[in-house]
T-cell receptor, first 113, second 112 residues
Framework: DQQVKQNSPSLSVQEGRISILNCDYTNSMFDYFLWYKKYPAEGPTFLIS?????DKNEDGRFTVFLNKSAKHLSLHIVPSQPGDSAVYFCAASAQTGANNLFFGTGTRLTVIP | DVKVTQSSRYLVKRTGEKVFLECVQD?????MFWYRQDPGLGLRLIYFSYDVKMKEKGDIPEGYSVSREKKERFSLILESASTNQTSMYLC???????????FGSGTRLTVV
């Protein structure tokens, strides 16, 4: 049962515009959320995270928003650049229990020059 | 910087072969993980380990085993490779209390 869902397998955006990647989760015990970025033939690399005590975290062009009541988070990239083209994975963790991350299925972002 | 090294970038093996995928991390992390990545399925956890000689099954352990004889090394073993094990395999490590993982570059395994 997929506890973390990314319902859009792909997204295309023009360079300079905003990219919005969405993620939904079902487990109310999740309290820490991360986004990873993956280029082909490379491992995922950590991008940005957010704790459940916050509803927004910003790092340069990347902002993650968390809506706990809706069990939804989103990653905003502004402005989008061609180098942002990659697969983005959302991940979640619960403070209690195992130190495990649950990953979504990923969204392939293509930024068109 | 933490480094997680996977021994092979690309492997081609025959059906029925025993396959070893090696992973080494250099930052004394307690936790190590093996995932496989398949299109449309994302990252699925195969096995993980919280300590030397300790292992736990993940979501899809069937057809796999693991070994962690030393803290820095976590090996994934395909006892008898099958074509449905063709995939990208990713190793990761983390410290207790740190929910972020550091991943290796992955091993693209093709079973023919």
């Amino acid at each position: 049962d997929q506890q973390v869902k990314q319902n859009s397998p792909s997204l295309s955006v023009q360079e300079g515009r905003i990219s919005i990647l969405n993620c939904d989760y079902t487990n109310s015990m999740f309290d820490y959320f991360l986004w990873y970025k993956k280029y082909p033939a490379e491992g995922p690399t950590f991008l940005i995270s957010i704790s459940s005590i916050k509803d927004k975290n910003e790092d340069g062009r990347f902002t993650v928003f968390l809506n706990k009541s809706a069990k939804h988070l989103s990653l905003h990239i502004v402005p989008s650049q061609p180098g942002d083209s990659a697969v983005y994975f959302c991940a979640a963790s619960a403070q209690t229990g195992a130190n495990n991350l649950f990953f979504g299925t990923g969204t392939r972002l293509t930024v068109i020059p | 910087d933490v480094k997680v090294t996977q021994s092979s970038r690309y492997l081609v093996k025959r059906t029925g072969e025993k396959v070893f995928l090696e992973c080494v991390q250099d930052m004394d992390h307690e936790n190590m993980f093996w995932y496989r990545q398949d299109p449309g399925l994302g990252l699925r956890l195969i096995y993980f380990s919280y300590d030397v000689k300790m292992k736990e099954k993940g979501d899809i352990p069937e057809g796999y085993s693991v070994s962690r004889e030393k803290k820095e090394r976590f090996s994934l073993i395909l006892e008898s490779a099958s074509t449905n094990q063709t995939s990208m395999y990713l190793c990761a490590s983390s410290n207790d209390g740190n929910y972020g993982y550091t991943f290796g570059s992955g091993t693209r395994l093709t079973v023919v």
